[in-house]
DNA sequence: TTGTATGCGTTATCAA
DNA sequence: TTGATAACGCATACAA
């Protein structure tokens, strides 16, 4: 059975199309008495408007285009709902593109481009600043967005936490608390964060794996990196050269890293080996982990990109200061 | 700046807009020599083809709403990406609707339905089977399927892992270990895992918390609803009173349960109490928890449903086995 | 192979 | 307030 259209329900109704169409506009011009006519006649023919000819129309999807290329990192859940829900609330639509080996940015970018959506917002992590610009769609294209990393991009904002600040911020603290031999593990993403570590962190520590290449690994980051470049970290290092705290670009990493430290080289932490993480991802609160750590400003963050793609901010780079959460680890 | 339309590129190349369309469709009868000109002309017109026009006039999206209540429990998360990477592998792109206190089902299946979907998948957990029966859509609405849980739904076809199987399994492997003082964590939601649990568990075991009631429970299934469980319990029950396993339905409840176990009550796991969980979320696997669990078959779930929306597969309930995975908590 | 007419279901604009 | 004409960009069916 064929759904029906705004004109099955003007004949149904004895009117025309256009006051059916009105009787679904709120605050056009009709009369009770056809708005109810019509309303009655619609709901006999069970119908429903069809957004995708209002789209066409009007030139608007209110449909929003999250591109996501890291789904290992636990952080994402939680940031990812609170986008959806925010969207939602703002009457946009989330469409969901898994960026992986099969199905590159590029290809993200032109489909979601091609299916007109409102905004495009790149949440995360592996993209690179040239992986903005070779999709050449200008003219017409939909508006670019990029969330919780860094751009340098002309045209495409970034909304993310000030990683500056934030290194300056544990390592301060780190100092405090007496740590005179950190090292820092770097991902195979958020490059920013992980420059600033090589500058701040550096200053007094050295990489523990990885960040010894200037550009972004291809890879997708995962706890189990963590666990591989501690393992082999801990098993080349005699315990007297050994760093006295790690900190890891984030949370999934720390993990990984702290597993193998305890139950692989019984080691306590923080007493042999001190760890932080950064994101605050959920099992940092458990008492299994209890990872210090540092938290992005998520709800920040995600108000400042809808405002941005609703343009009631000006659309241009923000960054925000997150906090530093203390647990047992560090 | 608007967008070129294949009319504007049919004057540039000098064809009609017709065969610029042509150019377009693989397969379409037109000469090399036409289709180059209007690739040419396209090109210098940057133009792409609007797939919002096409989708009104072919009447399909190849858009796929999926609808998730429970982002809290970190199964979802690897099950949301293989899903959304295999429908993108089939051209489908995923719809991602966040169900909440503010955005109910019936919501989201009305804006689904209204946006053209080619089908929608509900992907979990708390919607109960009247849920799925209170939008009277009928007339022309896009196909529904129930993911990863079960549904009683004439119509709606159910793709899930089989429950009772499941718990009969782990049920049996627990006396094997010698366990005879089970107990089992309801959690909010997979209420037919639920039943299948008062079913067989309750058989030789008695529900920790929740699972007297018969109907759902409206609130987000997370870690600390099974912390405070296990709390409310062991604090409650002497030790000589209590039981020997405590059989999860899902892993956040288990984390949760061991989080409280071990570090508030000085319990050895699986010594004193033993856990096992359902789901195998990425953090069972890690020596911090170890936790014994079931895995569903997400594999086979996904490949399933993306069969049956295609149609390449009948549209009917289906269930499929999974497998237990012994770790040390049990 | 190419061009023409018509339809998809809605909105915008104007006339009645 | 209501009806009519045109437009949104593309696809289908048919004619040339």
Known sequence: MKRATAQNVAIEAGVSKWTVIRAFTPGASITEASKAKVLEAAERLNYRPNLLARSLATNSTHQVAVLVDDFANPHKLPFLEKL????????????????????????????????????????????????????????????????????????????????????????????????????FMAG?????????????????????????????????????????????????????????????????????????????????????LAIVGFDNAAPAASPAYGLTTYEQPTDQMVKATIDMILERAPRETVNFQGKLVVRGSA
Chains 1, 2 share one sequence.
Request: with cysteine; proline share 4%; charged share 20%.
């Open 84 to 183: 959806t829900a925010s969207l939602q609330a703002e009457g946009l639509v989330t469409m969901l593109i898994n960026i992986n080996e099969h199905y590159s940015h590029v290809h993200a970018i032109l489909n979601a481009d091609q299916r007109q959506v409102d905004a495009i917002v790149l949440f995360g992590t592996a993209f690179h600043d040239e992986m903005l610009t070779d999709h050449k769609l200008g003219r017409g294209g939909p508006p670019m967005f990029v969330l919780a990393r860094d751009s340098q991009i002309e045209g495409v904002p970034a909304i993310s936490c000030d990683a500056v600040v934030a290194i300056a911020e544990i390592g301060k603290y780190l100092l405090e608390k007496g740590y005179r031999r950190p090292g």
């Open 188 to 272: 195979a993403v958020h490059c920013l964060r992980r420059l600033a570590g090589g500058g701040t962190l550096r200053s007094f520590g050295e990489p523990l794996s990885g960040s010894n290449s200037s550009r972004c690994l291809p890879s997708a980051i995962a706890q189990e990196s963590g666990a591989q470049a501690a393992r082999d970290y801990l098993s080349k290092i005699a315990p007297e050269d050994r760093i006295d705290v790690l900190m890891c670009e984030n949370d999934a990493l720390a993990f990984g890293a702290m597993d193998v430290a305890r139950s692989e080289f019984g080691l306590r932490v923080p007493n042999d």
